[in-house]
């Protein structure tokens, strides 16, 4: 596609439960990011993935999220046993190159109940 | 660690006048920099990025400046237009840690006709 896809746009889940958000990155963008924003913030930085390996995942805030990107192309972010201060906007972006300037997608708003 | 900051959270500019958006960071090792500009709903899009071997650099209607001294960069938008009221994100990064970038919280651009 033309720009970075993120999918479902909203996602309303259950406190506890499971969720998956996808993002297709641009075609041939060697370099995938996903960030989390939260309402009146800029974006937070969580994961940075190279080809198919996760190059840092330092921003990761702890051991219910997880995310993996198999054939160096399509990424899921997975969030387990969902809290309610997980919601907020999952960006993901991506560029040609590490260090070069980062696309984004409109998001995924994640809103926990 | 890095912290990115903007100096305003609100702008108001009238059409037609030019604007100026400051952005201070702290990690001297940060050698690159974006802005973003996101409007509601969307994600950020990218505006223009500017590397710690330039202090300045334009593009259609901005201009990037950055004064590694005091550790502060600009946008400058020239006749500013109803289109241009969005928040805008300056962003930093270090060539080392592969573009994994800090944001800060965003100045939001009031534009008045």
């Known amino acids: 596609g033309a720009g970075v896809s993120q999918t479902p746009s909203n996602k309303v889940t259950e406190k506890g439960k499971y969720v998956e958000l996808r993002c297709d990155p641009i075609s041939g963008h060697t370099a995938l990011y996903w960030y989390r924003q939260s309402l009146g913030q800029g974006p937070e930085f969580l994961i940075y993935f190279q080809g198919t390996g996760a190059a840092d995942d330092s921003g990761l805030p702890n051991d219910r999220f997880f995310a993996v990107r198999p054939e160096g192309s399509v990424s899921t972010l997975k969030i387990q046993r969902t809290e309610r201060g997980d919601s907020a906007v999952y960006l993901c972006?991506?560029?040609?190159?590490?260090?070069?300037?980062?696309?984004f997608g409109q998001g995924t708003r994640l809103t926990v109940v | 660690g890095e912290s990115v900051g903007l100096h305003l959270p609100t702008l108001s500019v009238q059409e037609g006048d030019n604007s100026i958006i400051n952005c201070a960071y702290s990690?001297?090792?940060?050698?690159?920099f974006i802005w973003y500009k996101q409007e509601s709903g969307k994600g950020p899009q990218f505006i223009i990025d500017?590397?710690?071997?330039?202090d300045k650099r334009q593009g259609q209607r901005v201009t990037v400046l950055l004064n590694k001294t005091v550790k502060h960069l600009s946008l400058q938008i020239a006749a500013t237009q109803p289109g241009d009221s969005a928040v805008y994100f300056c962003a930093g990064g270090a060539t080392g840690t592969a573009s994994k970038l800090t944001f800060g919280t965003g100045t939001r651009l009031q534009v008045t006709l």
């Open positions: 990690n001297s090792a940060s050698d690159y």
């Open positions: 972006a991506s560029s040609p190159h590490p260090g070069t300037e980062a696309f």
């Open positions: 500017i590397r710690s071997n330039m």
